[in-house]
């Protein structure tokens, strides 16, 4: 079984940044895409960001503030966000997807296995 832990959420202010993580255990983690996604109270679960081997893709609302990625040593995750905004506001996981390119990266319903969540809230 896989497992995912994400750390790293927080109470921050407008324009403040911080870095998520998301240990993996189970299988080699270079087999796998690993997505971050978030969800947002009342909304439903939206795509952030993807990697896989070096491909990085990101959604246009955090694309040139967020940055995604991986260490293999440690099998980690990162998801680095700067000038944060109120809109970040979510419940931000970590995913996996173990059969990259048979669906849309950007679908939830592609990934087999998902973290726990972090909170991040952006004050204005």
């Known amino acids: 079984q896989v497992q995912l832990i994400e750390s790293g959420g927080g109470l921050v202010q407008a324009g403040d940044s911080l870095r998520l993580s998301c240990a993996a255990s189970?299988?080699?983690?270079?087999?796998?895409?690993m997505g971050w996604f978030r969800q947002a109270p009342g909304k439903e679960r939206e795509f952030v960001a993807v990697?896989?081997?070096?491909?990085?893709y990101y959604a246009d609302s955090v694309k040139g503030r967020f940055t995604i990625s991986r260490d293999n040593a440690k099998d980690t995750v990162y998801l680095q966000m700067n000038s944060l905004k109120p809109e970040d506001t979510a419940v931000y996981y970590c995913?996996?997807?173990?059969?990259?390119?048979?669906?849309?990266?950007?679908?939830?319903?592609?990934?087999?296995?998902w973290g726990q969540g972090t909170q991040v809230t952006v004050s204005s």
């Open positions: 995913a996996l997807d173990s059969c990259p390119g048979v669906r849309p990266e950007t679908t939830p319903d592609t990934y087999n296995y």
């Open positions: 990697i896989r081997w070096s491909y990085q």
């Open positions: 189970g299988p080699t983690f270079s087999s796998y895409a």
